[in-house]
């Protein structure tokens, strides 16, 4: 086959997927601007005849939706910046530091990815529930304090950093808490991005964990936030579809401006060791 039809092939099919997977996203914000009532029509209009702000303004005169953005922000943050700091050190540990059943405990890590995160939510409860800790922040921050892919993924970053440079740096007199902060942690930018990202993402998402752990609304995080609107304005598809791009624009943003970082520490992650 001639080879620039194979590239333009390969590429009508990549700009056909991407058209694709964008056009609900399009398609959502669009709905956000149109007046309410006017997405129900049939055919469905594509594009707003008359953009308007009413729905942004509801939605935002609705009694608590700052405090959800707001609890959102703060846990999605707490959780990345805790997760991270675990993570790292954890992974760095499992990579080049020497210990008794260091590779058995890992091995074992490694073995609870096939369980599902599901299965750990009533015992979670429970034992929120003993230690005072459901209706809080922290009962929803603690769970996700630390990740086996986050480990795994700093462990197998970190096994290509070169021994030598630690060496030398132990030579000079420097502790491992030094050598860890001055030397290795600079190097692994490109994974932190990649963890931060994630990380985030993964919290901001979450509806399960927070649904069961908080009971009252003051806590309530975006999504949960949403869905008690949702069913008290089950007519109200404009505003629902306004909340909706409240809840992914900031995380559409946060991968666009770090999208490079994110896929250099997967590429260079699945390479090294």
Known sequence: MNPRLTKALVN???LGGALVALFPLAWMLAVSFMPPGTSNALPPPL????????????LFGHAGMWRYLLNSLLISGAITLLSLACNLLAGYAFAKLRFA?????????????VIPAQVAMLP??????????VDSYAGVVLPGMATVLGIFLVRQYARGLPDELLEAARIDGASELRIFVCVVLPLLRPVVATLAILTFLTAWNDFMWPLIELTGQGHYTLPLGLASLAREHTEGTEQMMAGSVLTV???????????????DGLLLGSVKG
Request: aromatic share 16%; net charge positive; proline share 6%.
């Open 124 to 133: 979670l409860f429970l034992m929120f529930k003993y230690t005072g800790l």
């Open 101 to 113: 059943g260091r590779e058995r405990l890992f091995r074992m890590l490694l073995g609870l990815l």
């Open 12 to 14: 009508g099919l990549l």
């Open 249 to 263: 624009l900031p995380v559409l943003v946060l991968f666009l401006a770090m999208q490079r970082h994110y896929l």
């Open 47 to 58: 594009w707003p005849a008359n953009p308007t702000l009413d729905n942004y303004r509801q």
